[in-house]
Structures are given as C-alpha cells and as structure tokens.
C-alpha cells in the first residue's frame, strides 16, 4: 500500500560527496516535493515540481538540485554534501484537487 | 508573508486530560490549514483539514480568522496520541508551509 517511495532509509556520506536521493510515487500525482526535517525548524521546503522537466526553488534551495525526467519520481542532489546537510529529507507528492499531501518514508542523511 | 507558528515544542499532559496544541498563522489570502501527525517510526500523515470540519481520533480544530488560529483539540488525551504534531498552511503555488512541530506526550 506504499504510495511514495523513497530508495533509502538511512545513508551515510562524506563531506565533498555527490548524493542522489531518490523518490518515486505512484498515484499520478502532478505536483512532487522535496522537504528536509530538522527539530525545532519543522520542515522546510527545498524544491518542488508541478509537471516533468518543471522545478521551482522552495525556501531553502542552497546546495540542492533536483531532476524530474519522469512524473513518477523526483530526485534530489547534493552537489557537494557538506556537514550541515546532515537532516532527515521527506519526499512528498500531491495532485491538483485535494492538496492533501502524501509523505515518503523520509531518508536519513549523515554527511561526516 | 506566509507563516505558521507553534509556540511549544513540547506538550505534556496526562491521560483523560484534554488537550490542546496551539497553531497561529500569517496569510493574505483565504487560507486553507492541515494537521499532521508523525507517530513513532512512521511517516508524516495527514490528520485533519480546517475544509473537511471532520473529526479525526477525537480531534477537532477550528479556524479562527479573527484571531488566525487553527488550534488542535482533543478533550480527553491518550497514550496512542503520543506523537509530533504540524500545523501547516496551504500558501502560494500550492505549496505547504509547516510550523515547527510540537512534540505532544500524554502521561500514563
């Protein structure tokens, strides 16, 4: 009954590191989003996409890209992990009537 | 500007106490507000939204626009409602814009 995937559950990755978080849903839902999680700051949205080939930068877009080459999954990179990245990353997706998010798994990223 | 705020991070109550998890907001517009929920090990859910007037596990919350508030209640407290909470408003672009948790825990 899982709807949005996400690939990892925890990583571990060293300083100057390309990282691929991957997510993937499966309700057809336009709209994709990439949050990280991090006590006392709730979640922030880093980047989101509301079609293929579309990203729009969220509140916190610095040292992240993303890539959306097919509706059903939507990856987020670290260019260059750097310790202040070390956070939990939620994935999640929405469609275009109910606005009622679905949440990935998260993923656990510790940059050492 | 678009902004939600939970004043505690931390709530604790003892079961059969009523509770209530403070969330104000800041929006020009109309707004339309979420409660989550992220029990121990699972992920982010949905709880309840202000459109629906649902109750959902026994809780309620109402918008109030004079005072922007979405507060999260519930009159007589569990121990299975022990969990992180965030209140969250739908902005612009159909993004959603969290608060920053509060971490409820209902004494047994």
């Known amino acids: 009954d899982v709807k949005v995937t996400q690939s990892s559950r925890y990583l571990v990755k060293r300083t100057g590191e390309k990282v691929f978080l991957e997510c993937v849903q499966d309700?057809?839902?336009?709209?994709m989003f990439w949050y990280r999680q991090d006590p006392g700051l709730g979640l922030r949205l880093i980047y989101f996409s509301y079609d293929v080939k579309m990203k729009e930068k969220g509140d916190i877009p610095e040292g992240y890209s993303v890539s959306r080459e097919k509706k059903e999954r939507f990856s987020l990179i670290l260019e260059s992990a750097s310790t202040n990245q070390t956070s939990m990353y939620l994935c999640?997706?929405?469609?275009?009537?109910?606005?009622?998010?679905?949440f990935g798994s998260g993923t656990r990223l510790t940059v050492v | 500007a678009q902004r939600v705020t939970q004043p505690e991070k931390l709530l604790s109550v003892f079961k059969g106490a009523p509770v209530e998890l403070k969330c104000n907001y800041s929006?020009?517009?109309?707004?339309?507000l979420f409660w989550y929920v992220q029990y121990s090990r699972q992920r982010l859910q949905l709880l309840l939204r202000?459109?629906s007037r649902e109750s959902i596990k026994g809780f309620t919350a109402d918008l109030n626009k004079g005072e922007t508030s979405f507060h999260l209640k519930k009159p007589f407290a569990q121990e299975e409602d022990s969990a992180m909470y965030y209140c969250?408003?739908?902005?612009?672009?159909?993004?959603?814009?969290f608060g920053q948790g509060t971490r409820l825990t209902i004494n047994p």
């Open positions: 309700m057809d839902h336009e709209n």
């Open positions: 999640a997706s929405s469609d275009m009537t109910s606005y009622g998010y679905t």
């Open positions: 969250a408003l739908l902005g612009g672009a159909q993004k959603l814009v």
């Open positions: 929006y020009s517009g109309s707004p339309e």
């Open positions: 202000h459109i």
